[in-house]
């Protein structure tokens, strides 16, 4: 029988994740899914090709000037007008480090919860290690699973990004699967892209 990576009557916050030396698989197993790693069609919309010029002119502009070796620099300068600039596009609200506690093992605080009236998206940001960092989103979205446990939406979608770079991932919630896609956005560079997978999932 294989040894249980979690400790019996250990806390976990969500962060703890990042830093355990495991593979995706091995982590979400605990808890009783399983993890893919494959090509995910993300579903998207594209409102009349949404104007995203300004913003991207911003960011190749003024972020060469400003030090991005922090999470909490990346989420200011590269996350947060990213969002701003959603919500010209679409209703949502917006929570920042939400607070969810499920368990012993499944707590801690979410970075973002992008919530629209039909579904929503987990981001995680990080300064590195985009790997350890879907762990960790992984593990909050088995946390949402839990936590909407009377929400019918089957799927719910995260997102582990870098500032400059972005990745997704979806939870089946009747299969218990876990997928990350192989594929990513970058920014500046993708931004009509990434903006019609988030029209795309939240509308």
Partial sequence: ???????????????????????????????????????IELPRKSTNKPNLDKL???FYKKLPHISLNSEAAKR????????????DYIDLQIDVEYLINVSEQLKGN??????????????E??????????TQLAVEL????????????????????MGSMWQFGVLNRQTKIITKNIDAF????????LFAVFLGILE
Avoid at 125 to 132: I, L, R, S, T, V
Avoid at 143 to 160: F, K, M, R
Wanted: glycine share 4%.
């Fill in 142 to 161: 088995i946390a949402v699973d839990h936590y909407l446990a009377e929400n019918s939406n089957p799927l719910l979608y995260g997102a582990i990004t």
């Fill in 56 to 58: 991207r002119a911003i």
């Fill in 186 to 193: 970058l920014v500046p560079t993708d931004l009509e892209s």
């Fill in 110 to 123: 979410i970075d973002y919860i992008i919530r629209s009236s039909h579904e929503l998206i987990v981001i």
């Fill in 76 to 87: 200011e300068f590269f996350v947060s007008p990213l969002l701003l600039e959603l919500l």
């Fill in 1 to 39: 029988m294989k040894k249980p990576i979690l400790e019996a009557g250990k806390s976990y916050s969500f962060s703890d994740y990042f830093k355990l030396p495991y593979p995706t698989r091995d982590i979400v197993a605990e808890f009783g899914y399983e993890f893919r790693y494959e090509k």
């Fill in 125 to 134: 940001a990080k300064n590195g290690e985009m790997d350890k960092g879907f």
